[in-house]
């Protein structure tokens, strides 16, 4: 018997290795099923605010905008590829705990479908990925997904140079 999984959550931050999982996702959502949801999520880190003395809530709406714009044109490329369940959110707080605990007991998540690494470099230096603790602590399935639709390794620094000019 296949796994059916019914409820998937795609963290989203901007970076290539969230776009592939993004695309893994779909394609696991297709194969699952027309009753499986794709839940999309943008977590912005509030901790990255809080050493602003002039707090400016302009610079948090525009990450949000930002966010929600990228999401708006996968829901649309998600859509296009046949899934007819696919929501989105900007949350705030710690991506690392909202991903790997929060969203998936709210939302019924059984499983995440998350890219290798992310966008912030010095974060997973200093205190370890957010795929790494997801993937150490959340209670459902997780997916790291490093390859491409065709199951080829991920496009190199080099390579993805111009990737998020491209967006």
């Known amino acids: 018997m296949l796994q059916k999984y019914n409820n998937i959550l795609v963290p989203i931050d901007g970076s290539y290795e969230a776009e592939l999982a993004f695309k893994k996702a779909v394609a696991v959502a ?17 901790r990255a605010f809080q050493n602003i003395s002039s707090f400016d809530t302009a610079m948090v709406e525009q990450v949000t905008e930002t966010a929600r714009k990228t999401m708006d044109g996968y829901i649309e490329e998600a859509k ?69 639709l065709e199951n080829k390794p991920a496009l190199s620094k080099e390579q993805r140079k111009g990737f998020s000019e491209n967006k």
């Open 80 to 148: 296009k590829s046949g899934i007819e369940h696919i929501d989105s959110s900007v949350e705030y707080g710690a991506p690392k705990t909202v991903i790997a605990k929060e969203l998936p007991k709210e939302l019924g998540i059984d499983l995440i479908m998350i890219g290798a690494t992310g966008l912030n470099a010095v974060e997973r230096l200093l205190i370890g990925s957010v795929t790494e603790y997801v993937t150490r602590t959340a209670d459902c399935d997780v997916l790291v997904v490093r390859t491409d």
């Open 30 to 46: 297709l194969r699952n099923g027309e009753d499986t949801k794709l839940h999309l999520v943008h977590v912005v880190d509030t």
